[in-house]
């Protein structure tokens, strides 16, 4: 019998991929606000594309995935904007001025 690891080895690394994307988009976002769009988008859009041209399957998929967490984070950085508003996550005091109002409270009492 015959074990085939790679789609297994597969499903593991992109586990991991979206485990490591989940604190770089709150880093981002904490340290940067959503300025960092951008760069998430010319990843994303550079590893996809690099992606057509691997001839191997495994490494392939592998960038694709790569790729596409990256413009998947795009939306998550405006989305982790929206969760620091609500105060579900800390406020970076040095960045306050580039929330609203109403957000601050939030900051102050998260000390």
């Known amino acids: 019998m015959d074990i085939f690891y790679q789609g297994a080895l597969l ?20 340290y940067f606000g959503t300025r960092p769009w951008w760069a998430f988008l ?19 998929a592998i960038l694709a995935i790569l790729g596409f967490s990256c413009l998947w984070s795009i939306i998550e950085l405006f989305e982790q904007r929206q969760r620091v508003i609500k105060g579900w996550f800390p406020m970076n005091p040095k960045r306050k001025h580039d929330y609203p109002e109403s957000a601050a409270p939030y900051a102050e009492s998260k000390k």
Do not use: Q
Not at 11 to 29: M, Q, S, Y
Not at 42 to 60: C, D, K, Q, Y
């Open 42 to 60: 010319v990843a994303g859009i550079g590893l996809a594309v690099t992606a057509l041209f691997i001839e191997n399957i495994f490494w392939s």
């Open 11 to 30: 499903g593991l690394c992109t586990f991991l991929i979206i485990g490591v994307f989940h604190p770089i988009v709150i880093k981002a976002e904490y």
